[in-house]
């Protein structure tokens, strides 16, 4: 195993499937679906090789791969997981398959949304594997020209305006950390290596060697700023209703469920990391704006009128959450909001196809038009009863344990600010479950009668999620096992970077 560049293997994989399935005669539509799903397929057990292989024992970064890129700027090819990037990695190669089953029938030409699914995946895998920050930032930046095509030219009427939003949001926050980045490289002495400049933090935090004191806060307001934007977090949010209304269910989901989890990753490996003096000064305002986020979007999620913009706000919240536990810098705090990162995944993914399957078969988003649904769809509502209630965090189901941790860990430092996040326990139930009554429950409209229950290609894609959200609700022992190590190490660090 160590001779094999597995992690190299693992994200070229669905980039040269992107390639394959692109390639491929356009009367070969069946052919591109298979071959997608099979690379998918691939993906996943590559992805399970990588979770068996990995020492838990082990050092900090493993499977790492090091060769020089552009030796002038200090800049390598360097690979490697730690913890943290292992368990995003799974969810990535989890979902993936998932959701290209969801989206089967969603293009008339599906080699160009398959190709670009798993360009996607690939650059979502390598910028979680990248130890080299400027290879990092490369495909932060390219994950952007797959996503802009598949929000704007496979979603609804307002799709293309929604895409080129999210564009601009994301080219601007792109803008900024790019300057960053060269501030960064100047003050670390001319290396990109994050592992060499997270060593010698204190030289870069403390303004040692040189470094005026001020720029440390700089650069760190200038990463922050862009994974804000990716998180999103509120006040930076306001692209991504947009996205979840006009983008097909599948790319939404891919959206907030894997490609946003990069904002949030990258506030805890590089925010906190190489700027810890800059965190802890912050703190006290990212806590305060993720609050705000939480009771925002569970507020405002209430107030909505169309089935995916409900959804999307809800997400909102939750990535203020997770945005909370990670500031809160406790144990508890950020290994919930590590968990979080995962269970929210899978239960966006969830409810949104089902809401995407809902509004397949009526053609409307509008809340109004839809009623008694588990009259004609029985199979249809129990699953998204389940999914709603995986989302407002019931016990035994996975969030949980999640939104418990945050909130404990929280309370340690900041119990004002804890017990104003709790608020959205009960928001959370006022949304879900006033979603479902007035979708699924009383009487049946007229024109809902002929509507069929979920396909079993539906079926498919739900169970295992739903599965997975009660397997990880009832015992998350063993990610918690994988998560806990890692999160402890970086508070420990964190206090040790501040002292130096």
Not at 30 to 55: E, M, N, Q, R
Not at 163 to 177: C, D
Not at 235 to 247: D, M, N, R, S
């Amino acid at each position: 195993m160590t001779q094999l560049p597995l992690l190299s293997v693992l994200w070229l994989t669905p980039l040269a499937g992107a390639c394959l399935v692109v390639a491929m005669p356009a009367s070969r539509r069946p052919a591109a679906k298979y071959t997608a799903v099979g690379i998918s397929l691939l993906v996943l057990a590559l992805a399970a090789l990588l979770l068996f292989h990995f020492d838990p024992t082990g050092p900090q970064y493993q499977f790492v791969e090091s060769h020089c890129w552009i030796r002038s700027f200090g800049a390598g090819y360097v690979v490697g997981v730690d913890r943290v990037a292992l368990v995003l990695i799974a969810l990535t190669a989890v979902l993936m398959p998932l959701l290209l089953l969801a989206g089967w029938n969603d293009a008339e030409r599906p080699r160009g949304y398959m190709s670009s699914m798993l360009a996607v995946e690939s650059m979502m895998l390598i910028s979680l594997m990248a130890l080299d920050v400027l290879l990092f930032f490369v495909f932060f930046e390219a994950m952007l020209i797959p996503m802009f095509f598949l929000v704007g030219r496979y979603g609804g009427p307002g799709a293309a305006r929604a895409a080129l939003k999210f564009l601009l949001y994301s080219l601007f926050g792109g803008l900024i950390m790019l300057a960053a980045l060269i501030g960064l490289h100047l003050a670390a002495g001319g290396t990109f290596d994050f592992r060499a400049i997270a060593a010698t933090v204190s030289t870069v935090s403390t303004g040692a060697a040189g470094v005026n004191p001020a720029v440390p806060h700089v650069l760190f307001l200038g990463f922050m700023l862009a994974f804000a934007i990716k998180a999103p977090l509120w006040p930076l949010h306001t692209w991504l209703p947009g996205v979840a209304a006009e983008a097909t269910p599948v790319v939404a989901v891919l959206m907030m469920a894997v490609v946003d989890k990069i904002g949030t990753f990258g506030m805890l490996r590089y925010c906190l990391q190489l700027f810890p003096t800059s965190a802890i000064l912050f703190r006290p305002l990212v806590i305060a704006l993720a609050v705000i986020a939480i009771v925002y979007g569970a507020l405002v999620a209430i107030g909505q009128t169309d089935i995916m913009r409900v959804i999307a706000y809800t997400s909102i919240s939750h990535f203020g959450l997770i945005v909370l536990g990670i500031f809160a810098m406790t144990g508890e705090g950020q290994s919930g909001a590590t968990l979080y990162m995962v269970n929210h995944g899978l239960a966006t993914a969830a409810l949104f196809l089902l809401a995407g399957f809902l509004v397949s078969r009526k053609g409307s988003r509008v809340i109004a038009d839809y009623g008694g649904i588990q009259q004609v769809a029985p199979v249809l509502a129990g699953t998204f009863l389940i999914a709603g209630l995986g989302t407002l965090a019931l016990p035994g189901l996975a969030p949980f344990i999640s939104e418990f941790l945050v909130l404990i860990g929280t309370f340690v430092r900041y119990p004002a600010a804890a017990v104003l996040a709790a608020s959205a326990l009960v928001l959370s139930a006022i949304y879900v479950l006033w979603l479902y009554q007035r979708l699924m429950t009383g009487p049946a409209k007229a024109d809902d009668a002929t509507l069929h229950d979920l396909r079993p290609r539906e079926l498919a894609v739900v169970v295992p999620l739903l599965a997975m959200l009660v397997a990880v609700g009832v015992y998350p022992k063993p990610l918690l096992d994988v998560i806990d190590p890692a999160t402890g190490h970086g508070v420990s660090e964190l206090a040790r970077g501040t002292k130096d």
